[in-house]
T-cell receptor, first 111, second 117 residues
Framework: NAGVTQTPKFQVLKTGQSMTLQCAQD?????MYWYRQDPGMGLRLIYY???????DKGEVPNGYNVSRLNKREFSLRLESAAPSQTSVYFC??????????FGDGTRLSIL | AQKVTQAQTEISVVEKEDVTLDCVYE???????LFWYKQPPSGELVFLIR??????QNEISGRYSWNFQKSTSSFNFTITASQVVDSAVYFC??????????????FGQGTELSVKP
């Protein structure tokens, strides 16, 4: 089925380790987004890419980097993981003026 | 600054009761969009509705209805005759949109709805 695919679905890291969360969409959407979801705080935007070749910071960008590899793929990197980055991460994509389609999420635990 | 407030953290109802989930938003933009998403226990986010700031008509979709009132900056969601399958966390979200700049979503904290048999 068409949609947004996130890998991995689960990951446990040790403090200081690095990793990249992958996201790919096959709906030819221009815009892609990374959110994190923490209990009682809803989803908060980390970074977004309005179109291929552009990226911008969202509400909580510290400790993260992103790469819009091509129109399909938008990756999120944690260079030196911290326990405060334990969260569920969602990738989303959307065409202009349309609702965002979300992936199933990546549950990340940092010990 | 944009903000979305869902004051109800948790709501518990008995099946077949009607329930309204409140959403209040803040924005200085004249053009904006409001959304509701559902997150069932399985964790995925399911889009329910989008409303733009120029369309204040209420909308009904089956047992779901939405009441958008710009005068009170509210976009409330009512489930009529609730069912156990409606148990989920519901998020209200706000987006300003500028073409070619993406549509960043500002989410409320979510309301966890529990429908008991």
């Amino acid at each position: 089925n068409a949609g947004v695919t996130q890998t991995p679905k689960f990951q446990v890291l040790k403090t200081g380790q690095s990793m990249t969360l992958q996201c790919a969409q096959d709906m030819n959407h221009n815009s892609m987004y990374w959110y994190r979801q923490d209990p009682g705080m809803g989803l908060r935007l980390i970074y977004y890419s309005a179109s291929e070749g552009t990226t911008d910071k969202g509400e909580v960008p510290n400790g993260y980097n992103v790469s819009r590899l091509n129109k399909r793929e938008f990756s999120l990197r944690l260079e030196s993981a911290a326990p405060s980055q334990t969260s569920v991460y969602f990738c989303a994509s959307s065409p202009p003026v349309q609702p965002q389609h979300f992936g199933d999420g990546t549950r990340l635990s940092i010990l | 600054a944009q903000k979305v407030t869902q004051a109800q953290t948790e709501i518990s109802v008995v099946e077949k009761e009607d329930v309204t989930l409140d959403c209040v938003y803040e924005t200085r933009d004249t053009t904006y969009y409001l959304f509701w998403y559902k997150q069932p226990p399985s964790g995925e986010l399911v889009f329910l509705i989008r409303r733009n700031s120029f369309d204040e008509q209420n909308e009904i979709s089956g047992r779901y209805s939405w009441n958008f009132q710009k005068s009170t900056s509210s976009f409330n969601f009512t489930i009529t005759a609730s069912q156990v399958v409606d148990s989920a966390v519901y998020f209200c979200a706000l987006s300003d949109y500028f073409y070619n700049q993406g549509g960043k979503l500002i989410f409320g904290q979510g309301t966890e709805l529990s429908v008991k048999p």
